[in-house]
């Protein structure tokens, strides 16, 4: 793996001047290596206090200063350049990254070597641009309830998609979105998929609606909240009412919203409090040679859908079969 050259600079000048304002802030010089710190000189008596600069001028009251507030610089310009990679489809060099960024060049190296070092980003091979590794997307997966859910989930849908002959995934609201954190591939020739780890707008796929309905009541008027503040008061309110009538039936079913001939399916995986931390949904695709009905394939689902809720302490009450479509797409 090739790396930067390092740019002249020496020592982290950064750190040192971040850290003796706030130093004197509290009333103490910053000491000299291998010499006490020393109480910072007081104002001549009758003269103006000077402003103080920063944040600590913002937390001044009756001319006493509140206590610092405590910041991390480097962790900050880490954070900054792992969003940034994570919004760009292409790679791009140190240079490039501290000119979007706004900061140095010799700001942003020692960060960009710490991140590679650690295998957060990484250079393709014969390259000198950058760009985002797996390795956060692993270590989401390896937290705690997303592992369990995924272990229990795994061999259940498995086992549905060779009953169906149809694909299955399974998602997860990740914000205002939902993300797709395990599939499992139909075994017909032809089929439809998500891939893991795809994210789509949570008000725009069956999924995301579905895991809408079943959050609690403060999370869910959180959610419209913030969807609210990008998407017009019509298609808000036209969310609630969606929520409403698959929350009534207990699934979410919708023809064509994504692609004209797939006909989405999904049942929430419901906790022991009733809320759903995911949905598995089959993308149904009709064929000529369909080995399984679409009736069939749909109470195959829910089995799968009821099997993982008991696994996880709640029941997943059955609907009325045949199922009905739950209404058309937003702005539809």
């Known amino acids: 793996?090739?790396?930067?050259?390092?740019?002249?600079?020496?020592?982290?000048?950064?750190?040192?001047?971040?850290?003796?304002?706030?130093?004197?802030?509290?009333?103490?010089?910053?000491?000299?290596?291998?010499?006490?710190?020393?109480?910072?000189?007081?104002?001549?008596?009758?003269?103006?206090?000077?402003?103080?600069?920063?944040?600590?001028?913002?937390?001044?009251?009756a001319g006493k200063l509140a206590k610092p507030a405590y910041s991390a610089p480097a962790l900050e310009k880490g954070l900054d350049v792992l969003e940034l990679l994570a919004s760009l489809s292409e790679g791009v060099t140190p240079s490039q990254i501290a000119q979007q960024l706004g900061r140095s060049l010799q700001e942003v190296y020692r960060v960009v070597v710490a991140l590679e070092r650690r295998g957060y980003i990484q250079r393709p091979p014969g390259e000198e641009s950058l760009v985002l590794s797996t390795k956060l997307h692993d270590l989401s997966y390896r937290y705690p309830p997303m592992r369990r859910l995924i272990d229990v989930a795994?061999?259940?849908?498995?086992?549905?998609?060779?009953?169906?002959?149809?694909?299955?995934?399974?998602?997860?609201?990740?914000?205002?979105?939902?993300?797709?954190?395990?599939?499992?591939?139909?075994?017909?020739?032809?089929?439809?998929?998500?891939?893991?780890?795809?994210?789509?707008?949570?008000?725009?796929t069956a999924s995301g609606r579905l895991l809408i309905a079943?959050?609690?009541?403060?999370?869910?008027?959180?959610?419209?909240?913030?969807?609210?503040?990008?998407?017009?008061?019509?298609?808000?309110?036209?969310?609630?009412?969606?929520?409403?009538?698959?929350?009534?039936?207990?699934?979410e079913m919708i023809v064509g919203e994504a692609l004209k001939g797939i006909t989405d399916i999904s049942f929430p995986i419901l906790?022991?409090?009733?809320?759903?931390?995911?949905?598995?949904?089959?993308?149904?695709?009709?064929?000529?040679?369909?080995?399984?009905?679409?009736?069939?394939?749909?109470?195959?689902?829910?089995?799968?859908?009821?099997?993982?809720?008991?696994?996880f302490g709640g029941h997943l009450a059955e609907p009325r079969f045949p199922l009905a479509n739950t209404g058309g797409p937003v702005g539809g």
Do not use: C
Request: glycine share 6%.
């Open 1 to 61: 793996m090739t790396s930067a050259k390092r740019p002249s600079g020496g020592k982290d000048a950064d750190d040192a001047k971040t850290a003796r304002p706030a130093a004197r802030s509290a009333g103490l010089e910053m000491a000299e290596p291998g010499k006490p710190a020393k109480p910072a000189k007081s104002p001549k008596a009758g003269a103006p206090a000077k402003p103080i600069a920063g944040r600590a001028a913002k937390t001044a009251t």
């Open 154 to 204: 795994r061999p259940v849908i498995n086992r549905a998609s060779i009953e169906a002959y149809q694909a299955f995934h399974l998602a997860v609201l990740d914000g205002l979105s939902i993300r797709v954190v395990a599939q499992v591939d139909s075994p017909a020739p032809l089929g439809f998929r998500l891939r893991v780890g795809t994210q789509n707008p949570a008000i725009r």
């Open 214 to 251: 079943y959050q609690s009541p403060s999370m869910q008027e959180w959610l419209f909240e913030a969807i609210g503040q990008n998407a017009p008061k019509s298609e808000v309110d036209w969310l609630k009412k969606r929520v409403d009538v698959v929350r009534s039936v207990g699934y």
């Open 271 to 311: 906790d022991a409090e009733g809320h759903a931390p995911a949905v598995i949904t089959m993308p149904f695709l009709a064929s000529a040679t369909e080995k399984v009905p679409m009736e069939d394939a749909t109470r195959i689902l829910y089995e799968a859908a009821a099997s993982i809720t008991t696994l």
